[in-house]
């Protein structure tokens, strides 16, 4: 009896509501349209022009000296979007995408009246953006809810300012969660809950009116809601929020690695249990180089939280304050390894260019085929004709079988293979010897780390003939 009235009450609270009325008119004041007008540059460039001795030259001469002058002038623009209101004092929340280049931005409230707003600062990773206005008494304002709560099929309600139309409400359900769009800290929840242009910037609410998302984005193919709607996770949001309020700008943990998923056949190649973690691909100058790490560790655990793939440990690296020491936990040629790590900034390394150091070359002309490859040492010519740094060495590509699973990789001409089984290679014998190694132990593919262009990555080739 108790469990058939406590899954009736779950089912009651989990149904759609008679109405959405009341929590409509509740949150209602806390919702903002955003208004905002920028200056652009009056028109240049080549005029109409009517030949001469035209039935039309002097309709066309008159409006030209009656519009020409003017129509040259700057002139403003205006651009419409929405926001929400976090606190009494009057901080409000919208996609940076709203105001972005804006000379003067302006809140109507719900209530009627209007307010001019300053910018607080901006996060273009998450397009979002803080504002501030001063009013003469408190505002009405909502607070941020707990999106990891958020479950597919919960109910969800948008407000905002959609196509200029002024305040208006639309409810759905979440469609699902953790969707990535195009950006490194991009955590979305989808919803079908009607959002269209107008609706950026303004909040998504749960069903105890706190705001789980931001408005974002829309996928259509004709510019108007198909029910296909995403809205930035409020506990993306608020981390930004507080560092835009304490800072005017972002300060994201940087660990200075670069990295890539851990694949079922690279996971085979490295003898690891299972695919998961980030595999380092190179370690340049900065923490993490600091403190040991090496190119071909598989980071298994940051600070604590297990890591399941690269988007998870960049967001996790991203989400932990500058300056705190964390434990990093690698995996090293088959052992575990503790790395303690004390985190940079990410805003200031991504503006910052490592030193290069020159080496000696050791150079060999040997041509050799392997594994669908046709390999050869780097020369010095060879650097400078694909604009290589000098400390780079390995056995450059100078062909691939297009019938090769090399090829299906990706591996290209230009490319350059720098290690082979986590050790470096500096000649087609040490290859081999990697080839042998890895027979031997019984592997069926071989990890190959691969840099193009400077950018590097580890593949995975089968070692069975074919």
């Given amino acids: 009896m108790i469990l058939i009235l406590s899954t009736s009450l ?32 009056g028109r240049t460039g080549p005029q109409g022009i009517v030949p001469e001795g035209s039935p039309f030259e002097d309709f066309f001469r008159e409006f030209q000296d009656r519009n020409g002058q003017q129509g040259d002038r700057p002139r403003k623009s205006s651009a ?19 105001i972005e280049g804006a000379d003067e931005i302006q809140i109507e409230f719900f209530e009627g009246f209007e307010l001019p707003a300053t910018l607080v600062g901006t996060d273009p990773n998450t397009d979002i953006a803080l504002l501030k206005v001063e009013a003469q ?35 759905g359900i979440v469609s699902a969660r953790n969707r990535a769009l195009s950006g490194t800290y991009d955590d979305y929840i989808q919803t079908d809950a009607a959002i269209n242009r107008g609706n950026s910037g303004g909040p998504l609410f749960n069903m105890d009116g706190d705001v789980v998302g931001v408005n974002t984005a829309i996928l259509s193919p004709n510019g108007g809601s198909i029910g296909i709607g995403f809205s930035m996770a409020s506990n993306v949001v608020q981390r930004v929020v507080n560092q835009l309020k304490e800072f005017g700008e972002t300060r994201r943990g940087w660990l200075g690695v670069r990295i890539q998923d851990v694949t079922d056949d690279v996971a085979e190649a490295m003898g690891l249990a299972s695919a998961a973690g980030a595999l380092v691909t190179d370690v340049p100058e900065g923490p993490a180089m600091e ?31 500058v300056g705190k020491t964390v434990r990093v936990v690698v995996n090293r040629e088959g052992k575990t390894e503790t790395l303690r790590i004390t985190l940079g900034r990410r805003e200031e390394a991504e503006s910052a260019v490592p030193a290069a150091q020159v080496v000696p070359d050791e150079e060999e002309p040997a041509e050799v085929d392997l594994l669908g490859l046709t390999l050869v040492p780097l ?18 590509v100078t062909a691939v079988d297009e019938s090769s699973e090399a090829f299906e990789k990706g591996l290209r001409t230009g490319d350059v293979i720098t290690e082979a089984g986590q050790s470096a290679v500096l000649s087609v014998a040490d290859l081999q010897d990697r080839i042998a190694e890895a027979e031997e132990a019984g592997r069926k593919s071989l990890l190959l780390l691969v840099r193009r262009g400077g950018d590097p990555r580890f593949v995975a080739l089968s070692l069975a003939k074919k």
């Fill in 10 to 41: 779950m089912a009651a609270a989990q149904g759609a509501p008679k109405s959405f009325a009341d929590l409509a008119a509740r949150i209602s004041p806390a919702v903002v349209n955003i208004t905002t007008s920028t200056t652009v540059a």
């Fill in 80 to 98: 419409l979007g929405s926001g929400f209101v976090i606190s009494e004092d009057g901080y409000v929340v919208t996609n940076n995408h709203v």
């Fill in 137 to 171: 008494t408190p505002l009405k304002f909502v607070n941020f809810g707990n999106s990891d709560l958020a479950r597919v099929g919960d109910w969800v309600m948008a407000m905002g300012n959609p196509l200029g139309q002024g305040f208006s409400v639309s409810a």
């Fill in 291 to 321: 403190a040991g790490m090496k190119s071909g560790d598989v980071i298994l655990s940051f600070d604590g939280k297990d890591v399941a793939d690269t988007r998870g440990l960049v967001r996790q690296v991203g989400n932990t304050e």
């Fill in 379 to 396: 020369t010095s010519q060879m650097r400078d004709e694909m604009q290589l740094a000098e400390t780079v060495k390995g056995l450059a």
